[in-house]
């Protein structure tokens, strides 16, 4: 973990093995140890989905060793954003934190060719999610 990160953000989506595993991988790549990462799910996969392991090293972003992790209370009190996709009323709710809702189509079941316009749409999230990071620090 960083020794000062400007943020801490928690991606939560339902089995934590695509949307919210892409985000993180793309936080960790595009803004370093400046962001503390997290993901979880609310109901956790076997393993992450092998079209998403695949779409994201077509960009030199390696999550295969990741694994789904359950959505903890104590996750979500120690993140500064929290960012949902998909995960409806199981996503915890704490006074103080920064709540996104991604609307994302699920790549659960698809082949690359269709996680990769998923893929890049949380690439320009991410990017966006930066930028208001870097906003808020400098303020």
């Not at 060793?65 to 209370?73: A, F």
Request: aromatic share 6%; glycine share 10%.
């Amino acid at each position: 973990m960083p020794a000062n990160p400007l943020a801490s953000v928690l991606f939560v989506c339902i089995h934590n093995a695509g949307r919210s595993q892409m985000a993180a991988g793309f936080l960790r790549h595009l803004a370093g140890d400046r962001v503390e990462v997290r993901s979880a799910g609310s109901m956790p996969g076997d393993r992450i989905n092998p079209s998403a392991v695949a779409a994201m090293a077509e960009l030199g972003i390696d999550i295969s060793d990741q694994k789904p992790k359950v959505l903890t209370p104590e996750a979500a009190q120690a993140s500064d954003y929290i960012i949902t996709m998909g995960c409806g009323d199981a996503c915890p709710y704490f006074p103080g934190k920064t709540y996104l809702d991604w609307q994302l189509a699920d790549p659960a079941g698809q082949g690359v060719e269709a996680v990769r316009p998923i893929r890049d749409e949380i690439k320009g999230l991410i990017e966006g999610l930066i930028a208001e990071i870097d906003t808020k620090q400098e303020a």
